[in-house]
């Protein structure tokens, strides 16, 4: 008799030691199964994001780098520098992630002529503000715009830089100078394009 009771109860401790999974029907097991798959694609998806953010961290560095890849050498920015009249079409300076000034207005009206000679003039209604401009860097690490402008205004004086160009075409050029680290929560950045005058 005590045999029995004790076969009893370790088979009673046995079964109620099995787990909720062991109780599933089959199509709630198959639930389970795709919900921990999803569970791994979005962790992947997570994992996918964090490397998004790394890729657009290297952004700035890789972008220089590319130059040759993307086709833009020193004999081809200079062939369209020259052969254009421009507009400054943004100059915005960035304060972290969110915040930015905005410069654009400031050069509103004036065109600026790339001379062949290394001279840069730019002129809006009566004033004339001349300056220097030459390349520098090369396709593999990245080409620079150097400008320097005789000015004492604030304005101008925010171009006095080496710009590294990150776009190119035969109407627009992107120059971005600093950088972004999403991760650190800190954007440094400079934007400036130029546009040609229609």
Do not use: H
């Not at 979005?42 to 890729?55: G, S």
């Not at 300076?93 to 001379?115: H, P, Q």
């Amino acid at each position: 008799m005590k045999q029995l009771l004790l076969s009893l109860l370790l088979m009673f401790a046995l079964t109620s030691c099995q787990t909720e999974e062991e109780f599933e029907t089959p199509e709630q097991q198959a639930e389970t199964t795709d919900s921990v798959a999803e569970d791994t694609e979005n962790k992947d998806d997570e994992t996918n994001d964090d490397d998004d953010d790394d890729e657009k961290n290297n952004q700035n560095s890789q972008s220089n780098q590319n130059n040759e890849e993307s086709g833009i050498t020193k004999t081809l920015l200079t062939s369209i520098i020259i052969k254009n009249s421009w507009n400054l079409k943004n100059l915005t300076e960035k304060k972290g992630l969110t915040d930015y000034i905005n410069r654009t207005a400031k050069f509103s009206g004036f065109t600026f002529v790339f001379k062949d000679s290394g001279k840069v003039i730019a002129e809006a209604d009566n004033t004339v503000i001349d300056g220097s401009w030459t390349i520098t860097g090369d396709e593999k690490q990245g080409l620079l715009l150097m400008l320097d402008f005789n000015s004492n205004t604030s304005e101008f004086l925010s171009l006095n830089n080496s710009w590294p160009i990150v776009s190119l075409s035969d109407r627009r050029m992107g120059f971005v100078l600093g950088e972004l680290d999403i991760t650190a929560n800190k954007d440094n950045r400079v934007l400036l394009s130029f546009g040609i005058v229609n």
